[in-house]
């Protein structure tokens, strides 16, 4: 399977310029600066993926904010300085966000919004414009999670002409896509075949969910106390599911999966392996991680485990996240097991 170059270890910048509290430049200027960049290299990281949010980059009515501009083009200068790459990843467009806690969201509506798109197309043709001279050190992600399946064919069409405006602009430039039900694995073959040889597969990946995601407060049905282990026998993991939860579905209750460990991240990756392979694309998980109300010792088991997956594969990927967002790498949770979280990751 092709290799994304340049992007096979990385870490998420989640909560700087996109899923941050309060529209702050005060923030914006201090929650990531060149000595966190410098850091990320030091560990051994070959990229950052940078998550934005639109309202950082143009305003309510679409005209461009030079200064949340002026936040990716620090970054760029830093990750050049300290030889890292950068995936600019529009966290949230004008018109749609994957975030649960945006209850009151239409997330169907702009799929079939000819005027949502157009902004959409707006905006990321000035991004284009801004970083297409940098095509072997930044790297283009047009949107994170679409959450709905049934809007699958109508995000290929975007996907498609989101693509044919980027190539008029930086055709150089890879071009990270991911599927439906929050980029899930399992949604990459559902994506339309490469367009050309720098469009690479993306995905997420937070399983068992259960796990990586125990006492969420944005999980909706998660209770604050709910606490499990990692790895659990499976007919274990299940009876949990179904008797605490009232699901029974989902990619555990596979009747291929037997057991957690590097076997379960293979089999549910075979499907996109496969479908990368078909097509001679690079495969790439852009997130994945447990929240750090996860015991430490199975978290580092979890950690061993999905990277064996990556490594075996050479599927890249980027850690979710460097500073806070309840997943943060460098975090008060993480200090005992900084060291051993660092050789594995």
């Known amino acids: 399977m092709k290799i994304f170059k340049g992007f096979q270890k990385g870490v998420n910048l989640g909560g700087w310029i996109s899923q941050f509290a309060e529209y702050d430049t005060e923030h914006f200027e201090t929650f990531i600066t060149e000595k966190d960049i410098e850091y990320i290299a030091s560990l051994g990281f070959d990229h950052v993926r940078v998550p934005v949010d639109y309202n950082v980059l143009e305003d309510e009515e679409g005209t461009p904010i030079e200064s949340g501009f002026g936040y990716l083009k620090n970054c760029l200068s830093w990750c050049q300085k300290y030889d890292l790459h950068m995936l600019i990843d529009l966290h949230e467009c004008f018109g749609y966000s994957f975030d649960p806690l945006k209850v009151d969201m239409d997330r169907k509506k702009f799929f079939y919004d000819e005027a949502l798109q157009a902004r959409f197309m707006k905006l990321w043709a000035k991004i284009a414009e801004t970083f297409k001279d940098y095509p072997e050190t ?195 949770r993480f200090k005992e097991i900084k060291d051993e979280f660092i050789k594995i990751v």
């Open 138 to 332: 930044v790297a283009f992600e047009p949107l994170n999670e679409v959450t709905l399946y049934e809007v699958k064919d109508a995000w290929n069409e975007i996907v498609r002409r989101y693509i044919e405006m980027i190539r008029s602009i930086a055709p150089d430039t890879y071009i990270v896509i991911g599927g439906v039900v929050y980029n899930h694995v399992t949604s990459v073959p559902l994506l339309d075949p490469p367009y050309d040889d720098k469009v690479v597969y993306n995905f997420h990946c937070y399983e068992p969910f259960l796990f990586t995601h125990q006492a969420a407060y944005w999980v909706d049905y998660m209770p604050a106390d709910f606490r499990i282990d990692y790895p659990l026998p499976i007919d274990e993991y299940r009876k949990i599911s179904v008797e605490q939860f009232g699901m029974n579905d989902g990619v555990t209750f596979d009747e291929r999966v037997t057991k957690f460990g590097p076997e379960f991240f293979e089999l549910i990756f075979t499907d996109a392996i496969k479908t990368a392979e078909k097509y001679d694309a690079a495969l790439y998980c852009g997130e994945y991680g447990a929240i750090d109300l996860a015991n430490n010792a199975g978290k580092l088991r979890w950690l061993q485990d999905i990277h064996k997956a990556f490594e075996k594969y050479g599927i890249g990927h980027a850690l979710w996240n460097y500073k806070e967002k309840d997943f943060g790498l460098v975090d008060e």
